[in-house]
Structures are given as C-alpha cells and as structure tokens.
C-alpha cells in the first residue's frame, strides 16, 4: 500500500502524515512537516512558501 507523500514546503523534503512531525492547516490545505520548527516558520509567513506549489499529490 503507497503513502500520500507530502512536501514540506519550508525545507523541500518529502513526509507522509505519519512520518510529519508537525502538520498545519491554511486555507482549507493540510501541510506537513519534517519538524516543529517548519511548521512554525511556516506560521509565521505562510505565502512565503506557496508560490504557485500545490502541496497535494494524489
Ligand atoms: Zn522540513
């Protein structure tokens, strides 16, 4: 069975909901993070990092 893999969009790496160490939701999307402090640079500047990346790959 294949994962949904994710792109953590501060760092670039690939994580699934289960390996995420953190995840945060914007605007109606679920973002995953390879850790905590991603998520919250995130956070802090979310249109930073969604330049014309659509972070789901289904
Ligand atoms: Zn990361």
Redesign the pocket.
């Known amino acids: 069975m294949e994962q949904p893999t994710y792109m953590?969009p501060?760092?670039g790496?690939q994580v699934t909901p289960e390996s995420a160490a953190a995840q945060s939701d914007y605007q109606g999307v679920t973002y995953y993070?390879?850790?905590d402090a991603?998520r919250q640079e995130f956070d802090r500047n979310p249109e930073n990092y969604l330049t014309q990346k659509q972070n789901t790959l289904q």
Do not use: L
Request: glycine share 0%.
């Open positions: 953590d501060v760092c790496m993070f390879c850790c991603d």
